[in-house]
């Protein structure tokens, strides 16, 4: 499936010139106008199949939260650096801090009683939880406790800031769309104040009170948002929708996405739709010994352990995973999960960018393309 | 605002011939080549604003119930009438069982131990429970538990029929597209088995266990679907998020849809608009004195007491009503809403229709059109 | 295929209740208390498949002609009759000048040097010219000539009038949703000057200079607007379409929509849909000899025969037809169309409103429902 | 506007450590982990607005028809190489074979009689005839004539070669997504035969004949689709469109995008939507003499000049520009278009990748933002 025939470059291949004196001194005059051959290029430009420069990879949650302890003696939060935040950097993208081309990952750690600044850009954010609680994201003016398990947005250009309210540090994973914004040249960003002004800690968002009822919207807001107006998907209702898809698949009845593998995704209420423009999320639970079928699909993807232990294959490479570990899915990559204990998964791709452009292709094991 | 200038069709207005033999005598000959001139219509067809010919009005729920006691004593539930509902006939439209040019609204009354058969039609249905409960709907096979507050849905052509596990009867609303459907010639209709064949009766449908989590859907049906997924939605959710909205307007923050006045409209997950393709539908809950703007929109809507008891002003006329009342409020009819106690309104309309058609209109006491 | 099983009301079947004083004594409380219950009105209301009261029907171009010239002796043009228009009024819709329970159909004749006084309302129309010239239809603002094949926007809310500024009459088709805009109670109607204030003739509407380039758009309105900004679409290029499908038939390539008919669709540029929200507008053209499939749909059309000479088959009987001819198809009456010379026919419906209620169905002889 | 307060990475700025040997020990221990912190990055990737890498930039077509002559002399058209084409390296894109980040304009170059083979990819194609005629490209079996002005697509997957039936040799502009799609991942790409099985030169495609007609689409094929199912847009009608713009302007009436300045954008007739689900294409003509309004936005462009002279500044730079000029416009650079003589530019841009995203902006000299 990988082998592009077009790669091949002989020299005698009817599409490839003969070298001569005249050949280098044509290419030298393209040097000189800025100007390349495709004939040169295709094999790499137009694989019969995708071949990313990213690689397939697994990060350590207890080592990326070794490294975010450290900083947190270390680095300060405040104007300028605007977060104590690290991002996975995926090994075959040059160094750039991003875990896939599209994809930005990393952990943010706040120390008791500090505030991260205010800010807002155009890249998309969103928090998830794997462990601990204390901090309140101030999501234009509307704090959101965050907890274990939750998932919450930070839609674009809305302002932001952090406060840690308790006597203990927090980490929690941060996914944005900062490679994307930054490779395609759509990037803004203004400061906000310097601290957080509302300090409170209340147990639900304003946004969750208006908007986090199955079903059901405000009339006074009826048109759709290009991103969901949840703040915070909360464990308990995640937890419960998974709970009740196993449920359903143990009286016979259909939900699951495969045996053993229930999966919800988190949605904009307002259209149905994945909760940003440019990033879908879901959480996934494997019963105890279920293995996934392999599947591959157009764009990439990270996961992240929530609980339990398994393995993941990319590929012909197989890594043992526990709590808080996280894997990068490059575009095409074949994936196969199986679960040791019941697993849960948090994951997160760029799959609204393909689908909206209608570039998306999904393959998997045993089904037709 | 009522009266057209173009209704007048004085002798010598300038577009109005003079009567004369020749003038009769072509109108013989339209009449025999199956006719009509603008010119004679133009007033009535053509109104400056809606003139419906549908009137307000209001039905007591206490008659209706009694009513409805009475059939359950002299009218089976059977094959061929299928179904014991009452509905409500517009006093304007010529006895019609039509509440509104479009909306059908009955009251449907089933024995302990009864049995409603089961068919299925492309009609949309759903039920509002004003009290009482013991029924389960079953559609397309999944048992729905009904109790007060609660509203389901049938969405058009899923298979239904509906059975009283409990030892007193109930009674509940009925709202369907029935007038528009039969008016435009869309109705389908198709019979099922005699007798429900699942007479389960879990607390929860396999349809909620799927779809009633805030902002969560199941990966495994990821598209849009033309009505909503949602078989039920329960009072403790729609009773909590109008308390929401009324917490959060006396914390000083936007939500309600105006002062004193919350209001949900129940929603398709999968796309964010209404529940049916032809029917809105929504619960409002006014604080004791809180009286409404007065607003008018094209379209029809019923309008159901849930709780409290107010009093609803429709154009020049104005009724008391309290729990189980049912209002008929026809195009373009001013209406306002005045609450004595605390006033739960259950209200549903065929705004979906023009929306759809960008025919919406919508005017609220002091404000621009 | 019409007959609905549940139309039978045996004393005795299980669904209906036994005559009897009592029975009798809640039918009375019923019509006191504006009720109608359901079982006595399903067979009526719920048929196992559309019933529609309209009846097909054809109307006699030549007839309609003679009556149009006849008004024009008798008829003033003028402020108050605002137009010189006569509608088809099916026989099945009481009197209604109605062709069908959604879409009016009329002829509308200017006599030489005549205005037709500016208005607008919210009902959709359209002009189609089945022979003659010399009149320009001003829509806000911009004149639009009318000549033999054009087919002629009015969308809804518009400021339009005529003038003829020919020494010879002029009749045309008018088509507008008038019947469903009344029945749902959404007309809205205001006066504009008694007189067009621009007389004059020029050959292509402004309208047709921005947007009447195949695929081009001004990037000035980028934009999707409700209704078709092509205010004309003139016979050379609806000819010149219907031609090249035919071609490519012959020359074996697909295009046609069935053999030897080719048919085009007026479409709205700025989305690709129909010209107006409510209404549907298509140009046939059948090779002589050709006989179509059968085919049925839900929701209503008229036919006009623009040139050429065939039959119409709709349900079970047949009608000849000829240039001008005019034939009302209701809901679900299967039709069959028969070429005996070159037959081109013009067609409009209310296609669009079913479509965007997910309501719509075809049936077409030969394949699968 | 260009210098991001953020960029500020003083020692002593509140979100930046303090330099130390346990600073210097923790950032290995990133490294190590394939980790990168946001604190020194962050100035980079989130400026205040886009800094694109990609410069602005000029090519003469000249030069490149040149080179294009001389490969056309050295480098044979066949299967391996696929085409003799010749993209634009942005300077600020690291030798890349890439107009912009996203955008791919290349010189294609055929001789007389020769073919280029049969392929298909995903990725999205279409040609700009600057000058020139003689040539067919087959797109999935139809052959499509190019001619100067004539602006033709390939969308995604559709398989296509070309073939010269001319005595002279042509040249022309490709454009494609190839970098977006290399970027993110999504690459198929799939060989056909080695030569194009038609050579018939008709002057019309059956695309043209099913679909170029004004507002008017085959009932056959009533759905949306991806691409534009327009195969050519000719010269005559794009030339009549922009010609009709200015007539309008001079007539008093609405129709150009600025003063002077007319403009069309090539669209989907099924959608009303760009041509492609990744680019825009449009056609701008100037009247002598024309400044146009600075203007930048949010994505990046190619411009062509397809006749005339004038001038393209770009931010601080300006160049006199020509026939077959190639421009780079990076996101977000002031670009302000000059008319010596009338001056007919053509444009394509990445902008329905943003439009779709919801991250499009666009600010125009002295308009609100």
Redesign the interface.
Known sequence: MTT???T???VD?????TP?P??EQ?YR??ER??????????GD????????A?AA?V??WQ??LE?AR??G???????????????????GLG???YAT??LWA?IQYLNPREDA?V?R???HAFRFVVEGEGVWTVVDGDPVAMRRGDFLLTP?WCFHGHHNQSDTPMAWLDGLD?P????????????GP?SVSDHSTPARS?AE????????????Q?G?A?S?P?AA?RWE??D??LA??L??EADG?????EPGHA??????????GD?L??MRA?M?RLRAGTRTATRRE???AVWQVFDGAGAVRLGEREWPVERGDLVAV???VPLTLTARTELDLFRFS?A???E????D?VQIEGEQA
């Open positions: 592009s025939p077009v091949v470059r002989a291949a009817p599409g490839h010139p001569s005249e050949l044509l005059g393209f106008e800025l100007l390349v051959p495709l004939w040169t290029e295709i430009l137009m694989p019969t199949s995708p071949r990313p990213a990879h990060w350590r080592r990326l490294l450290e900083s003696k270390l680095v300060p939060v405040g104007r300028g650096g605007e977060r104590r935040a690290i991002a996975l950097a995926n090994p160094g750039a801090p081309p599209t990393a600044p800010h850009h155009t890249q674009g900062i994307f914004v930054h490779t395609t040249g759509s990037a803004f960003f203004e400061l310097d304003r009170r208006l908007w986090a009822h199955p079903g059901l919207r405000p009339v006074s009826p759709p290009v969901s949840i998907y209702h995640t419960a929708a009740d898809q449920e359903l009845f259909p939900g699951v996405l999966a919800v995704r988190f949605s904009n209420p307002t259209t149905g909760v423009p440019t879901e996934h157009v764009g990439s490059p575009s095409w760029d609204p960018i393909f909206r452009l209608h570039a292709r």
